[in-house]
């Protein structure tokens, strides 16, 4: 009877041993399973909102799209655009202030400030407000300036509207030169593609069939650019 019952004692906790890993195992590929959500928020003008590109040609939905490969297949990447056609930086930011997205994104872009040039407006307008979108660009990406990604204002001289204007090219380029230089200054991710956007008259399809803005082809062109930084900053 005794060996019995030692042997009864051994079966239970042996049982009680599997059923521990088996749990602890469940509890483990649960986790690993976990589902992530990515929080990305896009804020410009033209460029940004894709004028007369399709809604997943525009260069914000690119990007989300390319992220996703390299996220687990039930993670979801959530993309919020900020950006109208015509806008200035006086502009987006009252349409910030009037939307008031939440501080919680993981990853926000900022492009920004070829409205300023083409509206012939005060350079001295941009030096004050585009350091003050790109406070509010960090207040948005949780208050981490590591989580925001300056793009370059691209050069509209090179397509059929622009006509090779040298011009707008020299605007273009005192513009970007203050953006980068505040960049550099404040320890801010700029990434340059107006040098994509300059093969616009060499290259007909980056531009859009309005004859002004990028084409898909252009922005995939950005997002190329844009894509290793934004996987640095969501840790893929």
């Given at each position: 009877m005794?060996?019995?019952l030692k042997s009864l004692l051994f079966f239970f906790i042996i049982g009680q041993l599997l059923?521990?890993?088996?749990?602890e195992s469940t509890v483990a590929e649960e986790n690993n399973n976990?589902?992530?959500?990515?929080?990305?928020l896009a804020l410009g003008d033209s460029y940004t909102i894709g004028q007369n590109v399709c809604e997943t040609c525009r260069f914000p939905i690119q990007l989300q799209d390319s992220i996703k490969k390299y996220t687990a297949s039930n993670d979801v990447i959530t993309t919020k655009i900020i950006a109208t056609t015509g806008w200035t930086t006086t502009n987006l930011k009252n349409a910030i202030?009037?939307?008031?997205?939440?501080?919680?994104?993981d990853l926000v872009t900022l492009l920004i400030g070829v409205n300023n040039q083409y509206q012939n407006q005060p350079f001295s307008l941009y030096e004050q407000e585009f350091p003050e979108l790109v406070n509010i660009a960090i207040t948005k990406a949780k208050g981490i300036k590591a989580n925001v990604i300056v793009i370059s204002i691209p050069d509209y001289?090179?397509?059929p509207f622009g006509n090779g204007n040298a011009?707008?090219?020299t605007q273009v380029d005192t513009y970007n030169a203050f953006a980068e230089n505040y960049c550099i200054q404040n320890n801010i991710t700029f990434i340059n593609i107006t040098d994509i956007t300059r093969q616009g008259l060499s290259q007909p399809n980056f531009v859009a069939n309005d004859g002004l803005?990028?084409?898909?082809?252009?922005y995939t062109k950005f997002v190329e650019r844009i894509l290793?930084?934004?996987?640095?900053?969501?840790?893929l």
């Open positions: 005794k060996k019995f059923f521990s890993c088996s749990a976990v589902l992530k959500t990515f929080n990305y202030a009037s939307q008031n997205p939440a501080n919680n994104y001289a090179y397509t011009t707008i090219s803005h990028p084409s898909e082809i252009a290793p930084k934004a996987k640095e900053i969501l840790g």
